[in-house]
Each structure stands twice: as structure tokens, then as C-alpha cells.
């Protein structure tokens, strides 16, 4: 049974560039979440995609989207890159039925915006 | 504002011994709480508490939740130098999908 899958492992990219993210959810999952984790820190909720429609949004600009394919992978795109975008970017997927749902994480990507 | 807060901040123990950590948390209409041990990169999952779940337990690793006082605590016996890692806790709380994380609390064990 796989597990949730991300690509590309890490990243290089200079400020004001543009990066696409991958992940690919566990099977049976049809939920994904986006989170930025930065160095020392708890990773912070950035947007939820359910039904290939954002279903929830973090505080973050709108610098950062994503999109939600009908095989449940997802992307994340981020625009105009800051030096402070520098983080690992975690996809969690889940199924979502009920009240309480449980999150697996990917490997994450690594992101070194210089 | 929501928070999560995670005590202590770090740990330095002996193999052997056992260790408490704590995750309060200032969530209005609490969901449900999530562990996590963090290595290298992805967190792994441990536990979910909820309302009608307050006390898990695997091998070494429990947990219970007080939804009285907003607080949980996870403890690990007999520690092992593989235990050692970031752990994190994150809460939902009624009418949204986001978990909320603390900052975790960095246990290191010595052989």
C-alpha cells in the first residue's frame, strides 16, 4: 500500500520565480492538505482540497494556490518567490468521513528560494 | 486565536527512562488532537484523540486527552536512542478542516 508520495524531493529557486509541488495521496485518501514548515517550527496549514475545490485556506497570500486533480493528487503553486518561502512544504492526505479524521504526511519538499 | 502550546520545548533523558510531554491547547469546540514524531523530514502519525476516544496506547507510547482541562499528554517508557526526535501535536476544533500545530518538543536520548 503506498504511501503519500511528493515530487521533487528539494528545490533551488531564485526570488521571483514560480514553483509547482506534487503529491500524490495514500490510496483511498481523497483528501489533501497543504502545510509550510519552517526551520523550528510546527508545520502551518496552508490549504485543504477536497472534490478538486479548495475547501479551506490558511493565512497565506494568494501568491500560493493549488489545484486538485480527479485522481486526488494535488499541486501547489507558488508565485513570486520570496526568500521567506524557504521551508519544507508538507501534502497530508486523509479521508475525511465523519467528525474526526486522521492526516498522513508525505516526505515533504525541501524549498531553498535564494 | 486558536493555539496550541507544547511543554517542555526540549528533553535530554537516559535511555530507560520515561518521559512526559504536554500539549495544551486554547481551541474553542475541540475536535480532535493528533501526535506526531518527526525525524528527519515527514511527521509520522502516533495517535488521534477525540471526545469519544481520550486515551490510546502502543508498546512504549500513550496517550490521553482531558477535554476538561485542554490538555494532553503523551508519555514513552523505556526509552530508546530511537525515540529520539521533534514530537508535535495538532488540534481541530469544530467548523474547520485545519489542524493547528505547536511547535513540538525536541526529546534527545542518550545510550
Known amino acids: 500500500d503506498a504511501g503519500v508520495t511528493q515530487s521533487p524531493t528539494h528545490l533551488i529557486k531564485t526570488r521571483g520565480q514560480q514553483v509547482t509541488l506534487r503529491c500524490s495521496p495514500k490510496s483511498g485518501h481523497d483528501t489533501v492538505s497543504w502545510y509550510q514548515q519552517a526551520l523550528g517550527q510546527g508545520p502551518q496549514f496552508i490549504f485543504q482540497y477536497y472534490e478538486e475545490e479548495e475547501r479551506q485556506r490558511g493565512n497565506f497570500p494568494d501568491r500560493f494556490s493549488g489545484h486538485q486533480f480527479p485522481n486526488y493528487s494535488s499541486e501547489l503553486n507558488v508565485n513570486a518567490l520570496l526568500l521567506g518561502d524557504s521551508a519544507l512544504y508538507l501534502c497530508?492526505?486523509?479521508?475525511?468521513?465523519?467528525?474526526?479524521?486522521?492526516?498522513?504526511f508525505g516526505p515533504g519538499t525541501r524549498l531553498t528560494v535564494t | 486565536e486558536d493555539k496550541v502550546v507544547q511543554s517542555p520545548l526540549s528533553l535530554v533523558v537516559h535511555e530507560g527512562d520515561t518521559v512526559t510531554l504536554n500539549c495544551s491547547y486554547e481551541?474553542?469546540?475541540?475536535?480532535?488532537l493528533l501526535w506526531y514524531k518527526q525525524e528527519k523530514k515527514a511527521p509520522t502519525f502516533l495517535f488521534m484523540l477525540t471526545s469519544s476516544g481520550i486515551e490510546k496506547k502502543s508498546g512504549r507510547l500513550s496517550s490521553i486527552l482531558d477535554k476538561k482541562e485542554l490538555f494532553s499528554i503523551l508519555n514513552i517508557t523505556a526509552t530508546q536512542t530511537g525515540d529520539s526526535a521533534v514530537y508535535l501535536c495538532a488540534v481541530r476544533f469544530s467548523g474547520t478542516y485545519k489542524y493547528i500545530f505547536g511547535t513540538g518538543t525536541r526529546l534527545k536520548v542518550l545510550a
Open positions: 497530508a492526505s486523509s479521508l475525511v468521513s465523519g467528525d474526526s479524521y486522521e492526516q498522513y
Open positions: 481551541v474553542t469546540n475541540f475536535r480532535s
